[in-house]
């Protein structure tokens, strides 16, 4: 393809062949370690994939149409992987997927971001647009209002506790409402990509040569790269759930820890790719575009869409959550408030969520 350099091209190459053989190893049935190994390499090369594209969407848009794109491609691992776990009666499968898709972006992604970001900035301090983090803040505190209503209720027994999924179904309309009269004017306010350069150029020279190249990809191939990526992600993310309960049963690891720390991590490895990625090289609202509007949407859109899509389904999806994840994403919610509500963030509030992330995935192995 026209404006890839060959190593780029030989990537792309290699990328397809390991797809292939995640999906040759899911059919022919491989022992489950070397199926779940082929299945994570695959997911990691696809992300690539996916983050090069967005890059080069986002010389032409600004950064809330490119996150929000790369972002909504990013977690259809994570609507499959929910909807097949649903249909074969998964119910903890289907939730930790979800929970912990929330926990990944929103602590382990997001630290980690900022950590590259500030390094990379001349006073340590990565800098951005406060409108996103604030708005993200407050989708997921709306999103934990619901699920900690749902869990006093249960708790305490009262009569309310007998219509979770009705009361899941109002919130679930509810939430929907709020993301799409939140989403819509957010898009129209894109200042486009003069301006994301410019915002990105700030930090550091590095950025400023970034924004000022243009992309190097037609716009019809980026969009195929995306659309490409984003499918196969979702078929590869299917293949490394196959290998995952077996896997773990020979590597001998909690189903908790499996599901809020392992699957959480590879379904959202384009978010982890991209952020980074785009960190580095000084994108600060880019980056942070991408990991934020992955977590607003978990939160925001895709739980709620899954809850009504499960009504349909053999098992149904609720709010109702264990009480000690109801309390770390309530703490989440806050935490993640705390240290981008004013549009900066330095290296050690970073290393602050990356370490909260930590001693949640070190409690799920006692789960």
Request: glycine share 8%.
């Amino acid at each position: 393809m026209a404006g890839l350099t060959p190593l780029e091209r030989a990537l792309l190459g290699v990328i397809a062949l390991l797809t292939i053989l995640a999906g040759l190893a899911n059919y022919q049935q491989w022992s489950a370690v070397p199926r779940f190994a082929v299945a994570t390499v695959a997911l990691a090369g696809l992300a690539w994939v996916v983050s090069f594209a967005t890059e080069q969407l986002g010389e032409r848009f600004g950064p809330a149409i490119t996150g929000m794109l790369q972002s909504t491609l990013g977690n259809l691992p994570e609507l499959f992987v929910v909807i097949f776990a649903l249909q074969k009666g998964e119910l903890v499968v289907a939730q930790t997927a979800i929970v912990g898709s929330i926990f990944a972006n929103a602590l382990l992604v997001l630290g980690l971001v900022i950590v590259v970001g500030a390094r990379r900035a001349p006073d340590r301090a990565m800098r951005f647009s406060r409108r996103l983090p604030s708005d993200t803040a407050t989708l997921l505190l709306v999103t934990v209002f619901i699920i900690v209503l749902l869990g006093l209720s249960l708790a305490a027994h009262d009569p309310a506790s007998h219509h979770v999924k009705a009361i899941s179904a109002v919130g679930a309309v509810c939430l929907l409402v709020v993301y799409i009269s939140w989403v819509v004017p957010y898009l129209r306010s894109d200042d486009g990509p003069r301006a994301a350069g410019v915002a990105a150029g700030a930090d550091t020279a590095a950025g400023s040569a970034v924004a000022a190249s243009g992309p190097r990809l037609p716009l019809a191939t980026t969009l195929a790269l995306l659309f490409t990526a984003g499918v196969a992600s979702a078929f590869v993310s299917d293949w490394f759930v196959n290998a995952l309960e077996p896997a773990i049963s020979v590597l001998n690891l909690s189903q908790a820890f499996a599901g809020l720390v392992i699957v959480a991590i590879a379904g959202n490895a384009v978010e982890n790719t991209a952020g980074l990625v785009l960190a580095y090289k000084g994108r600060s609202d880019l980056a942070i575009s991408v990991v934020k509007n992955s977590v607003a949407q978990i939160a925001a859109f895709l739980f709620p869409l899954l809850v009504l899509i499960s009504f349909a389904l053999a098992t149904t999806l609720t709010f109702a959550l264990e009480p000690v994840y109801i309390g770390a994403l309530t703490l989440t919610a806050l935490s993640v408030w705390q240290v981008t509500g004013d549009g900066e963030a330095a290296e050690f509030e970073g290393w602050a969520l990356v370490a909260l992330y930590v001693v949640l995935a070190t409690l799920t192995l006692f789960e």
